[in-house]
């Protein structure tokens, strides 16, 4: 038998019991993650930016709230009676001890059953090399003709055609028009792939439709439109709902663009650039015209001037120059020879003058020749009554010698008649 305790057990105030159960739902690894389905009622939205709904179903409620920072990132607007899925974390609102749900994420019932399902065959068609990066094609750089699939009425054939006029008004369009929502947009987005594939001349397929939810955008994830994408012979660009929104034709196109205004963008180039690039390439080519001329015309002035010096009027004033110039070094030559030669006698000149017996005779000396011409150059040479010719500077003397000079006759010579 239990004894009573001596001290009763301390009480917690609402405050601390709220905190408690706060803390335990908190810890709580179910209710800190977890997924909840129900119908949105009582939804109040005041000026704080925060939304306050009651999530129900046909037997419970369940208060939710939805901070204002997640309220603008929500992909859908909450309207009471909308069967809604909330993520988020169970928590204790401890001033009114009450246990609600702390939502950061929404999305209509059946997308997570639709996002399970994307996710099985993204899979499997990846598995199948449908979406490899190898398989795709680069796109024309200058469309003529461009396909379109997307709903005639739609905005997003506005905003492509608006696009298309604005940037690239040369390009021609062919639009086959299809629903893109819808159990008949099916079979109807293959037959526009089809078609455009079978029409002439056409260089690129856009494929677009504007924003929605999963199961707006559920059409272009289907197997058989993934598969007419993957198939078509034409480069496909895909722009289907916002830029947040990826679907399986998107991995299986060629190009992904976030909106249908951005596949019109891809598609074609801008007008603007084009003037500009096609200025910039008519200003190099005008620059590399002139340098190719320059460059000509430097080359066929060198052949001609090698032209003329292998001509004979080349060569003739050429061997004339030559001539000239030869002639020019001969005078010099043969004045220099002249000179040297008048040089040479005029020393030769001074040397016969020093040499010449007769230079003597200013000196006072005289030449004495006999009867027959030849010089007396002692008096063994001559003998009485011989005649002798005596030179002088300024005339001859004629002499006959009176003694014998052998005997020792000192009477001397005659120096006139006899």
Same mark, same amino acid.
């Given at each position: 038998?239990? =004894? ?10 609402? /405050? ?24 949105? /009622?009582?939804? &109040? ?43 988020? %974390? ?9 246990? =609600? ?26 598995? !199948? ?21 997307? %709903? %005639?009425?739609? &905005? ?20 086959? +028009? ?13 037959? /526009? ?17 504007? @924003? ?19 198939? /078509?012979?034409? +480069? ?40 500009? =690039? ?7 080519? !005008? ?56 040089? !040479? ?20 000396? &005289? ?5 027959? @011409? ?30 014998? +000079?052998?005997?020792?006759? %000192? ?8």
């Amino acid at each position: 038998m239990l =004894q009573p305790s001596l001290f009763p057990p301390q009480s917690l105030s609402v /405050s601390e019991i709220n905190r408690y159960l706060r803390e335990l739902f908190e810890s709580d690894e179910i209710l800190s993650d977890v997924w909840v389905q129900g119908e949105v /009622s009582n939804l &109040a939205r005041p000026a704080s930016g925060h939304v306050y709904l009651t999530l129900k179903d046909s037997l419970s409620a369940l208060k939710c709230v939805i901070w204002k920072q997640t309220t603008m990132r929500l992909p859908i607007t909450l309207q009471n009676g909308m069967a809604v899925e909330l993520h988020g %974390s169970v928590g204790v609102y401890e001033r009114d001890g009450q246990y =609600q749900l702390y939502v950061d994420a929404v999305r209509l019932t059946g997308e997570g059953a639709l996002y399970q399902e994307f996710l099985r065959l993204k899979a499997r068609l990846q598995a !199948e090399g449908l979406f490899d990066e190898e398989r795709k094609r680069p796109l024309p750089e200058l469309p003529k003709k461009i396909g379109i699939v997307t %709903s %005639s009425t739609g &905005a997003a054939l506005q905003d492509i055609l608006n696009t298309l006029r604005r940037r690239y008004p040369l390009a021609e369009v062919v639009l086959a +028009p299809c629903a893109v929502q819808g159990a008949e947009a099916i079979p109807q987005i293959i037959a /526009s792939i089809t078609a455009l594939n079978a029409e002439p001349g056409i260089d690129v397929l856009l494929l677009a439709r504007g @924003g929605g939810s999963l199961e707006d955008l559920w059409a272009f994830n289907d197997e058989n439109v993934v598969r007419a994408v993957a198939g /078509s012979r034409v +480069p496909v660009i895909t722009g289907i709902g916002h830029e947040t929104d990826f679907t399986l034709s998107d991995f299986a196109s060629d190009t992904r663009a976030p909106t249908p205004t951005g596949a019109a963008e891809i598609a074609v180039p801008n007008v603007t650039d084009l003037r500009d =690039q096609v200025s910039g390439l008519a200003t190099r080519l !005008e620059y590399t015209l002139q340098r190719v001329v320059g460059l000509e015309r430097g080359n066929l002035l060198d052949l001609r001037s090698r032209l003329e010096k292998l001509s004979p009027a080349w060569q003739l004033r050429s061997d004339r120059q030559r001539m000239d110039e030869l002639a020019g070094r001969l005078d010099s030559v043969i004045a220099h020879s002249q000179q040297f030669k008048h040089a !040479e006698l005029l020393n030769l000149g001074k040397r016969l003058i020093s040499l010449n017996p007769y230079a003597v005779l200013q000196r006072g000396y &005289a030449i004495v020749t006999d009867a027959q @011409g030849g010089v007396v150059r002692s008096v063994n040479q001559v003998r009485r009554e011989d005649v002798l010719d005596i030179r002088v500077s300024d005339g001859d003397i004629l002499s006959r010698v009176l003694s014998d +000079p052998c005997d020792g006759d %000192s009477g001397g010579t005659n120096n006139g008649k006899d």
